[in-house]
């Protein structure tokens, strides 16, 4: 097969797949049947697979397995799965992603097949990443000792941080040129020097004092708290992490309001655009951001996710910004919060009615191999979705691959939450170091931004996946969770904007007052309960 031999390639050029002569050996049981057969799937709408019918993953993997998929594609795939939890409705593979109490659900309800002994006997890569990684043994076992579904990683270098700081590069490199330090700023003194910098210098030539130093949105991941706030004390996103095996409690301690007092401070003197961060949408920052003529741009600091949740690149370039490191606290400490160092979710099960569990778990297993691995990045037909070229790839290995077709919109894959993903970071970063392409393929930005903030992760020590049967803890638990958050939410916002003084005792102990009236203790209690510390 073309596509196995192309892969054999790189992999003995490259040590992609290091190890996989038995996973290549398995191209032996293709097709999977002996007479074709039909499966019906259940799997989210996503942009990637516009039309399944042709769509060259799902054409080619027909040809190779000898299963023809029909897809049932919802464009709101949790309402209608749990009218099909209550319903009649089967089918024989749910290609979604599943939460603990989705799967307990769906077990009550005689929906899920047990997999425990079909991995052993006819899913070998599964076995074999489950044996590698005993955690994700642990996080796939129901409380009855089933495994029921298969599961997704991600082990992008930009995913376990998502609270980074973008700056506009020409500016950013305008400050340090004026302070004699590239690598500034490091320090909470030396941002707010940027800012202040920013804010007075005129950047953008138009004789107007228009710059705006540094503005977010009431998007979550543009919220700016979480990567200034980090600068005093570890700043969670739900405002706890896991210590010695106790709850700890991020947003009432002086650390938290020696914080408050600082980002109120910078939007006090101009320095930070609060009142506008906290009404805007994200599609009105968008707006202010992307502005083609440099005499009237003004956005100079950016708090998100990656580049692209800001920049339209009809406009701008992603790479006209640079993520800015974590700044040092007064110890010198820096910290970029991170929830694990690699994303995993529960992924793809087969149904209790299937028509075939044997041929199903295989059609599963071939994606979490590496094979499958390198189709999920790059695509099925080469010289069609990808080619390999003799340059470096952005991880400094060589050769290195080339994507050919845009994964959202050439319809040659199946996109994301379809099938089974065990990540590798070897065959992820094999994207080819091609300028050309910065700008239209984001691995490179993601990759060099992730990579920047990777020395700096600190674990909040949550468990990625957490099982209870205990609906009754859960519900008031989630109920407690909204409740705190939002006090904390409503009361930094308005210490930030001058509402409330965080220099006044008072107005500090009314907050710590509230917290303890929604039920902090309460809630703490139910998280240690939950995650059985």
């Not at 030539?205 to 705006?212: F, H, K, S, T, V």
């Not at 939410?489 to 220099?503: K, P, Q, S, V, W």
């Amino acid at each position: 097969m073309k596509f196995s031999k192309s892969l054999l390639c790189l992999a003995l050029a490259l040590s992609l797949l290091a190890g996989c002569a038995g996973a290549f050996a398995e191209e032996s049981g293709f097709p999977l049947v002996s007479e074709p057969i039909t499966f019906t799937a259940f799997t989210a709408w996503v942009e990637h697979m516009r039309d399944p019918a042709t769509n060259t993953m799902n054409v080619t993997y027909e040809e190779m397995t000898g299963v023809h998929i029909d897809w049932i594609q919802s464009q709101d795939y949790i309402t209608d799965l749990n009218l099909m939890i209550a319903g009649e409705q089967d089918v024989d593979l749910w290609l979604i992603p599943f939460s603990t109490s989705q799967v307990l659900t769906m077990v009550d309800a005689g929906k899920l097949l047990p997999l425990n002994d079909l991995i052993d006997e006819y899913a070998p890569n599964l076995k074999a990443a489950l044996e590698e990684h005993p955690e994700f043994r642990e996080y796939l076992t129901a409380p009855d000792g089933n495994i029921y579904t298969f599961f997704t990683t991600d082990c992008g270098l930009h995913m376990p941080n998502r609270r980074k700081m973008f700056v506009k590069k020409d500016w950013l490199n305008a400050y340090r040129e004026s302070v004699g330090d590239e690598t500034a700023p490091n320090t909470v003194e030396e941002f707010e020097e940027m800012l202040v910098f920013f804010r007075d210098s005129d950047l953008n030539g138009n004789g107007a004092q228009d710059e705006i130093p540094l503005i977010g949105s009431t998007n979550v991941e543009d919220e700016p708290l979480y990567y200034l706030m980090n600068a005093f004390t570890q700043a969670s996103d739900s405002f706890y992490h896991i210590e010695d095996g106790q709850i700890v409690f991020e947003a009432n301690s002086d650390a938290w309001r020696e914080g408050l007092k600082w980002i109120a401070h910078l939007n006090s003197e101009g320095l930070f655009y609060g009142e506008e961060t906290y009404v805007q949408d994200r599609d009105q920052l968008r707006a202010l951001v992307n502005v083609s003529d440099p005499a009237n741009y003004a956005v100079a600091a950016i708090p998100t996710f990656w580049e692209g949740r800001f920049v339209d690149s009809s406009v701008l370039n992603w790479t006209d910004y640079e993520a800015i490191l974590p700044l040092e606290d007064a110890d010198g400490v820096r910290r970029a919060v991170a929830n694990g160092t690699t994303s995993f979710t529960m992924q793809c099960a087969i149904s209790s009615t299937c028509s075939d569990p044997v041929t199903a778990i295989r059609w599963l297993d071939w994606w979490v191999g590496e094979e499958g691995s390198f189709a999920q990045h790059w695509g099925m037909v080469e010289g069609e979705d990808y080619e390999y070229r003799d340059v470096p790839a952005i991880n400094g290995t060589e050769p290195s691959v080339a994507a050919l077709k845009d994964s959202y919109t050439s319809n040659f894959r199946f996109g994301e939450n379809s099938v089974p993903k065990y990540d590798r970071e070897s065959i992820r970063y094999a994207a080819s170091l091609d300028e050309t392409v910065f700008n239209t393929n984001n691995s490179y930005v993601l990759y060099v931004a992730g990579k920047a903030y990777q020395p700096y992760w600190v674990d909040t020590n949550i468990p990625l996946v957490t099982w209870s049967a205990d609906t009754d803890l859960i519900n008031s638990m989630n109920e407690y969770a909204t409740l705190i958050n939002d006090t904390v939410r409503m009361a930094y916002t308005e210490f930030i904007l001058g509402l409330r003084d965080i220099n006044n005792d008072s107005d500090w102990q009314a907050y710590l007052d509230e917290l303890d009236a929604v039920g902090l203790d309460a809630y703490l209690e139910l998280l240690t309960q939950y995650y059985a510390l």
